[in-house]
Nanobody, 127 residues
Framework: QVRLVESGGGSVQSGGSLRLSCAAS????????MGWFRQAPGKEREGVAA???????SYADSVKGRFTISQDNAKNTLYLQMNSLKPEDTAMYYC?????????????????????WGQGTQVTVSS
């Protein structure tokens, strides 16, 4: 079955960087679209970045120019490079996979319909 395991979260100061990883197993990685979502306390889960199986990428306006999504098909791993972190980036970050286009799912805000989720990794940015 599909399994997604995130790592790389932690605590950093404002302006710092982190790289999140998501190790995928149980399916053909290159055939699925992938994405990163985040959820802060008291807020809804929101899409952060997405990459479709054809390589098309999208980003939330709040992270454009600071975050970069990428994947290594040989390692079945998804990444999120986060630079210039801000306190408002503090959240639990989740990796997700779906057979449909993740860029479209995030654009539509269709978070609840995403097929597969990891358990999350916490990112805390202090000012």
């Amino acid at each position: 079955q599909v399994r997604l395991v995130e790592s790389g979260g932690g605590s950093v100061q404002s302006g710092g960087s982190l790289r999140l990883s998501c190790a995928a197993s149980g399916y053909t990685f290159s055939r699925y679209s992938m994405g990163w979502f985040r959820q802060a306390p008291g807020k809804e889960r929101e899409g952060v970045a997405a990459i479709d199986s054809d390589g098309n990428r999208s980003y939330a306006d709040s992270v454009k120019g600071r975050f970069t999504i990428s994947q290594d098909n040989a390692k079945n791993t998804l990444y999120l490079q986060m630079n210039s972190l801000k306190p408002e980036d503090t959240a639990m970050y989740y990796c997700a996979a779906d057979r449909r286009r993740m860029t479209t799912l995030q654009a539509l805000g269709a978070t609840l319909s995403v097929g597969y989720w990891g358990q999350g990794t916490q990112v805390t940015v202090s000012s």
